[in-house]
């Protein structure tokens, strides 16, 4: 009984000890469970994060493209992407819950909300200014409809004053222009026009209030941007840096957790051992004597047996060398006849893929010398559009000469009288084909600016498929050479296996003198296994009578035992 108690309590502590490991191997995945997670949930950060600068970046082009052609399209579209900015930085404040994290994503949601106000606003006022109902267009028509009346030389001095205002931007033009417009009212304008060059001086001024405007919301729109953009560096390396930590911090805690999951599992073990062998040795530490005259016998029966073992051993092994040699050699002499068949099928259809691959490199550089051409081409039509452009711009020249060239016919005409009443109708026509050609000029330059936008693109695209294709001509042709000396080496194998067939076949007739040399070897195996046998039967009947003379022993020990007990 207390034998089946000292086992039930063995086995207990292994199972208990076997439990702890296995809890521990579960808290172990578990924890490698919310490490996998906080690093994925970190990584999604980091590719959101760049997700929004990508945004901007886009924002950044749409906001250049619309001060270049005052488009309401590419404002419209940065509404949308600085509303999907703005919902990206709010989703991410779920991946992270730090303090900081949260006040730098309200940082840039500040930054960005005042961003977007400050370039509607400019967006407002360029409109206002230069838009399809712009007061640039507005006093354009108040010129021309005063040039109509009024012909003199100051009134061509003041149109000239507010052109050049209105291309250069000059704030020192507006009172000038202001008092000569006063001062024609006072001397030349008739009653009924007076309202009209009052129009004109209103809106010079509205558009010097607008000029001030914008250059105040540029200084303004300037800082937010130089704010931004050290911010949304700032932000970047933040995340960097929380996905470098979490990392980092992952790694040193598994491996924390493996080197305590290590020393737990090899105290437990011992631990199991100990309570298993403490038994064993008690037996062992019993029976010491008795083991040590069992193994004596035992070693001299095994020095007796030893030679014959190894010289049944080392018969057998070269019987079955040489049995597995015949074999082999059999096996690789079909082997090797059907690959001479295969390399000689090989060798024919190599020779004439040469041919091909020659042809195809030929092919590949054609096409690259047709791309390079193609590239040229391309550079080419960009320079045509340089000298189209020179032609625009020569054209701009002759309407603005041809405009003051009316405006001189007119003043000229107004001289002349009667007489001059057909020159006036020229100059009028005059007047109006300067402007449409102007007009139209305008339209070609911005056209043309877009082709030759596309043209660039093209050009960058173009070259960047020559080079590509560049890159695999020369990959094509390397290959192609590897492959040619693949060819040649396989012509040369073929030349080479009429060789090893040669030596299959004598090597085929050792084999036949070796299968005769077996049958002699096998006879005398079989002699020195029927002594090993005769061998064994007498160690085993030695090893027979020590057990039984152990058994007797402990026999006599509890006897020995149980009288003591009664006595």
């Known amino acids: 009984m207390l034998r089946y108690y000292r086992r039930l309590k063995i086995r207990l502590k292994i199972i208990i000890s076997f439990l702890f490991i296995f809890i521990l191997f579960l808290i172990y995945a578990l924890f490698s469970m919310i490490i996998t997670f906080e690093i994925s949930n970190k990584r999604d950060l980091l590719d959101r994060s760049r997700q929004v600068i990508e945004l901007i970046r886009y924002v950044r082009f749409n906001e250049k493209e619309f001060f270049i052609s005052n488009d309401l399209q590419f404002a419209d579209q940065n509404q949308k992407l600085i509303v999907t900015i703005k919902k990206i930085l709010v989703d991410l404040i779920q991946y992270e819950s730090k303090k900081e994290f949260r006040e730098r994503i309200e940082i840039l949601v500040r930054l960005i909300d005042s961003y977007n106000t400050s370039f509607l606003s400019m967006s407002a006022l360029s409109i206002e200014r230069s838009g399809e109902n712009g007061i640039i267009i507005q006093m354009r028509k108040s010129l021309d409809t005063l040039q109509v009346l009024y012909k003199d030389e100051r009134f061509l001095d003041i149109y000239l004053k507010i052109e050049k205002y209105i291309h ?16 024609m009212v006072e001397t030349t304008i008739d009653t009924n026009d007076e309202a009209l060059v009052l129009l004109l001086k209103d809106q010079l001024y509205k558009l010097a209030s607008l000029d001030n405007n914008i250059a105040g919301q540029k200084i303004e729109f300037v800082e937010y941007i130089n704010r931004l953009e050290p911010e949304i ?30 020393i737990v599992i090899i105290a437990t073990s011992l631990f199991s051992v100990m309570e298993i062998t403490r038994p064993i040795k008690q037996i062992y530490s019993s029976t010491g004597a008795i083991s040590d005259v069992s193994k004596k016998l035992s070693d001299i029966v095994d020095r007796k047996t030893m030679t014959s073992i190894r010289v049944s051993n080392s018969i057998d092994d070269i019987k079955a060398i040489i049995v597995n040699q015949n074999e082999v050699i059999n096996k690789s002499n079909q082997a090797i006849v059907r690959m001479i068949s295969h390399i000689s099928t090989i060798s024919e259809a190599s020779q004439s893929k040469k041919e091909s691959i020659l042809m195809m490199t030929a092919k590949v550089v054609l096409m690259a010398e047709h791309l390079e051409e193609f590239v040229i081409n391309i550079s080419g039509i960009q320079k045509m559009y340089d000298d189209m452009m020179n032609i625009v711009d020569i054209v701009e020249g002759i309407s603005d000469k041809t405009r003051i060239l009316a405006i001189n016919s007119g003043i000229e005409s107004a ?3 009667d007489f001059g009443m057909v020159l006036r109708i020229v100059a009028r026509e005059i007047k109006e084909l300067s402007a449409q050609i102007s007009y139209k000029s305008k339209d070609i330059k911005k056209l043309m600016n877009n082709s030759l936008r596309a043209v660039d693109k093209s050009i960058v695209s173009s070259q960047n498929i020559y080079d590509e294709f560049k890159i695999l001509s020369d990959f094509i042709d390397q290959n192609a050479q590897t492959t040619i000396h693949i060819i040649e080496k396989i012509g040369s194998i073929h030349n080479e296996t009429s060789i090893v067939k040669e030596r299959l076949q004598e090597l085929h007739l050792v084999s036949e003198k070796l299968n005769k040399q077996t049958g002699l070897i096998t006879e005398e195996s079989a002699h020195m296994k029927f002594n090993l046998d005769e061998l064994k039967k007498v160690r085993t009947d030695t090893n027979s009578a020590i057990t039984n003379i152990i058994s007797n022993i402990q026999k006599l020990t509890d006897d020995k035992t149980a009288l003591k007990e009664r006595g």
């Open 415 to 417: 001289n002349a009288g």
């Open 168 to 183: 250069t931007g000059d704030g020192t033009l507006v009172s000038e222009i202001a008092q000569s417009l006063l001062l």
């Open 233 to 262: 560096k700032n932000y970047i390396t933040y995340i960097q840096k929380i996905v470098s930590i979490t990392v980092i911090s992952s790694i040193i805690f598994s491996s924390v957790i493996i080197i305590f999951l290590i």
